[in-house]
Each structure stands twice: as structure tokens, then as C-alpha cells.
């Protein structure tokens, strides 16, 4: 049962360094989501993808690039990492059904230093 | 414009009391879906309970309710018998279908439940 499961949960990484923060579901659900939580805010979308092959920008894309070759994976990339990146992210997923919500990971914390 | 506000940040309650807490919404959609998650100190993102624009009676799910209505576009979650663990954020989230079933979150309410 391990449903949206986002690797690695905790991560620090210097300024100017790239990472790939991982994201898998196994719920086969079409669609997948990054978002961002900085401290005592809400959530903001980075990227999301409606299925394999197709991806698009959320409210706050610079910085990061996204990938979906398969239903299950959608990895979000960091490139040359900056201190304003530091933040909490969660991947979640869903059907594209109107009255299914999201499910979503444990999130992964990450500072950059 | 802002699609979900939440206009509570935080709101304290006394264990054993219901608690409502504010959600109103912006949408020209007639078909659209309102959602309820909790965020414990954990960090983990919970779903507790969903609306649909089209469903005539409030969603219950247990301690939990909706207080849906429709004309002031508004969907406070109520919290019956308040529990030290509903210590959280509750963030209210809308999914409309004229955006492709894109979810927009509100920024969230901190609840504390007081022994």
C-alpha cells in the first residue's frame, strides 16, 4: 500500500548544485503534481502532469524542470540551486476524475545553504 | 483573484467543542469539487472530506462535516467533539473542471485544541 512515495526525504545542498527529487505512485492516477510549502504557507504549484509525455507549469516553474516518460514517475529537478529554493516538497497525484483528490507524499524537506 | 480564501490563520478551540473553520470560493464553473486536508506537525498532507458542487446534502465524514453553501460560495469545515490530535493546519482546496481538474489550495488555518 505504498501509494505516492518521494525520495529523498530529507536533502542539503549548496548553492549553485542540481538534485533530482524523486516521485513515484502506484496508483496508476494520470495525473501528478509538484508543489512547494515554505514555512507557515500554503502550497504552491511548481509543475504538474496530466499523463505520460505531457507536462506543464504551475505558478512558480523557474528554477525547476520536470520530466514524465512513465504513468508512475515524475521526477522535479533542481538546477543550480539557490537559497530561495529552500523549502518542503510534495508530490501528489489523482485521477482526472472531478471528485478525487490529490494524494500526497511524505514531502521532501530541503535546505540550500 | 484568489480562488479559495481562507481568511482564519489560526483559531483556537476547547477539546470536546465543534469548530468551524472558513472557506469561501471563486469560480465561474457549475461543476467543481471542494476538498478538506489536514497537516499535522508530521507534515504529511491528509484528505478528510469532499463537496461536489452538484451534491444537495452537506458531506459528513465522521467528526467531520461540510457546511456547503452554494449561493455565498462558501465550504467551512466543522469539527465536532474537537480532539487534542485536530491540532493542525486545515487547508481547503477546489477542483474545478474548466481549468482541467486543477486543484487550487487556500493558505490554510492553524487550529490548536486546548485541554
Known amino acids: 500500500n505504498a501509494g505516492v512515495t518521494q525520495t529523498p526525504k530529507f536533502r542539503i545542498l549548496k548553492i549553485g548544485q542540481s538534485m533530482t527529487l524523486q516521485c513515484a505512485q502506484d496508483?496508476?492516477?494520470?495525473?501528478m503534481y509538484w508543489y512547494r510549502q515554505d514555512p507557515g504557507m500554503g502550497l504552491k504549484l511548481i509543475y504538474y502532469?496530466?499523463?505520460?509525455?505531457?507536462?506543464d507549469k504551475g505558478e512558480v516553474p523557474n528554477g525547476y524542470n520536470v520530466s514524465r516518460s512513465t504513468t508512475e514517475d515524475f521526477p522535479l529537478r533542481l538546477e543550480l540551486a539557490a537559497p530561495s529554493q529552500t523549502s518542503v516538497y510534495f508530490c501528489?497525484?489523482?485521477?482526472?476524475?472531478?471528485?478525487?483528490?490529490?494524494?500526497f507524499g511524505d514531502g521532501t524537506r530541503l535546505s540550500i545553504l | 483573484a484568489q480562488k479559495i480564501t481562507q481568511t482564519q490563520p489560526g483559531m483556537f478551540v476547547q477539546e470536546k467543542e465543534a469548530v468551524t473553520l472558513d472557506c469561501t470560493y471563486d469560480?465561474?464553473?457549475?461543476?467543481?469539487?471542494l476538498f478538506w486536508y489536514k497537516q499535522p506537525s508530521s507534515g504529511e498532507m491528509i484528505f478528510l472530506i469532499y463537496?461536489?458542487?452538484?451534491?444537495?446534502q452537506n458531506a459528513t465524514e465522521g467528526r467531520y462535516s461540510l457546511n456547503f453553501q452554494k449561493a455565498r460560495k462558501s465550504a467551512n469545515l466543522v469539527i465536532s467533539a474537537s480532539q487534542l490530535g485536530d491540532s493542525a493546519m486545515y487547508f481547503c482546496?477546489?477542483?474545478?473542471?474548466?481549468?482541467?481538474?486543477?486543484?487550487?489550495f487556500g493558505t490554510g488555518t492553524s487550529l490548536t485544541v486546548i485541554p
Open positions: 463537496q461536489g458542487s452538484y451534491d444537495e
Open positions: 496508483m496508476n492516477h494520470n495525473y
Open positions: 501528489a497525484s489523482s485521477y482526472q476524475v472531478l471528485n478525487q483528490p490529490q494524494h
Open positions: 502532469s496530466v499523463g505520460a509525455g505531457i507536462t
Open positions: 482546496a477546489m477542483r474545478e473542471s474548466n481549468t482541467g481538474n486543477q486543484f487550487y
Open positions: 469560480t465561474s464553473d457549475q461543476s467543481y469539487g
